[in-house]
């Protein structure tokens, strides 16, 4: 299992305002957080994943999931119904889907989800791997 994901980012401080908006509807939670870093943990006690935000050392332009590195970040839900959510959680920031919530059939099914990019360039995934809503 992986301990956890750091993202540097442009500006932490608008990252962790966004953040703090879409994390929690995907089961995270604020962990700690001070001038240099912020970091999320999986909500309720459950195992999982930490992610964690670090303020960018050296301006290096915009990121691109083209380039060799990080392609994106795929975040499970438990129903359709949160990926919708998540969907419009996105669109009330000013954000803009890449692809609205449906099903992908070139996945091993079920697999319903929504991409979108956050404000810094980083292509977000919210996928449910069940029928239910």
């Known amino acids: 299992m992986i301990g ?4 540097n980012v442009p500006d932490l401080r608008a990252a962790v305002a966004y953040y703090d908006r879409i994390l929690p509807l995907l089961d995270f939670e604020t962990y ?3 001038a240099t870093q912020h970091a999320y943990r999986p909500a309720d006690g459950k195992p ?7 303020e960018s050392a050296e301006p290096s332009g915009a990121f691109s999931r ?3 590195g990080l392609q994106h970040l795929a975040f499970m839900v ?3 119904t949160r990926v919708r959510e998540v969907a419009a959680a ?3 920031t000013g954000g803009e889907l890449l692809h ?3 099903e992908f059939p070139e996945y091993p099914p079920p697999y319903y989800a929504t991409f979108w990019t956050d404000p810094h360039g980083f292509l977000l995934e919210a996928v449910c791997h069940h029928d239910r809503e």
Do not use: E, M, W
Not at 4 to 7: M, N, P, Y
């Open 4 to 7: 956890h994901l750091g993202l």
């Open 32 to 34: 700690f957080g001070d």
């Open 48 to 54: 999982g994943t930490y992610l964690f935000l670090y």
């Open 66 to 68: 083209h380039r060799t």
């Open 78 to 80: 438990r129903t359709r």
């Open 90 to 92: 996105v669109i009330g």
């Open 100 to 102: 609205a919530p449906r």
